[in-house]
Nanobody, 119 residues
Framework: QVQLVESGGNLVQAGGSLRLSCAAS????????MGWFRQGPGKERELVAT???????NYADSVKGRFTISRDNAKSTVHLQMNNLKPEDTAVYYC?????????????WGQGTQVTVSS
């Protein structure tokens, strides 16, 4: 099992910055990709950014150039630096970790952290 705990969500004005953190515990040695997803009011959960164990990253078009994902494998943490925040970034942000057990891929989720951007 893998447990994920997010932190760093807050209320911020448009144009401001926030840094989200996610700490993984449990069977962390077998985690492959990690990432951040978000779910805004009345919307489906969507990918924000992902990072492989080797550091390759992928971003949603809506956050490219504003958000940066990073990872510390030794500490089993993943971070999301969010700059130039916009009201449309308002959402609950969820940390995700993928773990292979044999040929089966398991997805793990944190409890979420609220980010609210005021205009």
């Amino acid at each position: 099992q893998v447990q994920l705990v997010e932190s760093g969500g807050n209320l911020v004005q448009a144009g401001g910055s926030l840094r989200l953190s996610c700490a993984a515990s449990g069977s962390v040695f077998s985690i492959s990709d990690m990432g951040w997803f978000r779910q805004g009011p009345g919307k489906e959960r969507e990918l924000v950014a992902t990072i492989t164990r080797g550091g390759n990253t992928n971003y949603a078009d809506s956050v490219k150039g504003r958000f940066t994902i990073s990872r510390d494998n030794a500490k089993s943490t993943v971070h999301l630096q969010m700059n130039n925040l916009k009201p449309e970034d308002t959402a609950v942000y969820y940390c995700n970790a993928d773990r292979w057990i044999g040929a089966t891929l398991y997805h793990y989720w944190g409890q979420g952290t609220q980010v609210t951007v005021s205009s």
